[in-house]
């Protein structure tokens, strides 16, 4: 029996259309199926930033105490230096008496986040004049100076004030071997005296 044209078309239609239907149904389910997971890297733990939070609260602090000083009417805030160091507060300077010296200690310790008080204040000596002033700045700009062209001397750490030829240096510093050498570089300048060296190591 013989198969007339048209039912061999027909047949090979169906064929492909049933050839093109499985290849699309295919082709859908490997797009719907779902990709393996990806790993995913364990989240990197934060790192600390422990100095850079301590200097912004020693900050704090050293402005919590300048404005308290500067409230007190019994002060002269402005002979007083305050630095801080992990919650230590360093007062220095010159200042007229024991009263001051005793009460700046008590306003400085009620300052919120004030953990420890050094008093490196000192009792101011004789009368200066308007000469002996001008003086006493011109050597703490040779000092500051001096310490500024050393640069391991680290001068931003070191606070100078100068009255009747003694000057004083404070503040903290990184390590004893600082400390010695800002007394030296200090003790060498023209028209310096003596030295009250009141540097302390940071904690």
């Known amino acids: 029996m013989k198969t007339s044209h048209a039912t061999t078309y027909a047949s090979l239609q169906r ?3 049933a050839s093109g239907l499985s290849t699309m149904i295919l082709a859908l389910t490997i797009g719907c ?6 790993p995913v890297a ?5 790192v600390a930033s422990s100095t850079m939070g301590n200097e912004l609260d020693d900050s704090v602090v050293t402005t919590g105490v300048k404005a308290a000083l500067l409230a007190e009417a019994s002060i002269k805030s402005t002979d007083i230096k305050v630095e801080t160091s992990k919650g230590v507060v360093q007062l220095s300077g010159f200042v007229n ?6 009460r700046a200690v008590a306003v400085a310790q009620a300052v919120q986040g004030v953990k420890e008080v050094q008093n490196r204040l000192v009792l101011k000596e004789g009368t200066t004049t308007m000469g002996s002033n001008v003086d006493d700045t011109v050597i703490t700009s040779r000092v500051k100076a001096a310490l500024m062209d050393d640069k ?14 003694e000057v004083m240096l404070s503040g903290f510093v990184v390590n004893k071997a600082q400390i010695s050498l800002a007394e030296k570089i200090a003790a060498r300048q023209d028209g310096v005296k003596t030295v009250r060296n009141e540097l302390s190591v940071k904690k």
Request: charged fraction near 25%; aromatic fraction near 0%; hydrophobic fraction near 40%.
């Open 33 to 38: 199926s779902p990709k393996p997971a990806e």
């Open 97 to 102: 008496d024991a009263a001051q010296v005793d």
């Open 152 to 165: 391991a001397a680290k001068s931003l750490d070191i606070s100078v004030e100068t009255r009747m030829g």
């Open 42 to 46: 364990a989240p990197t733990p934060p």
């Open 15 to 17: 064929r492909a259309l």
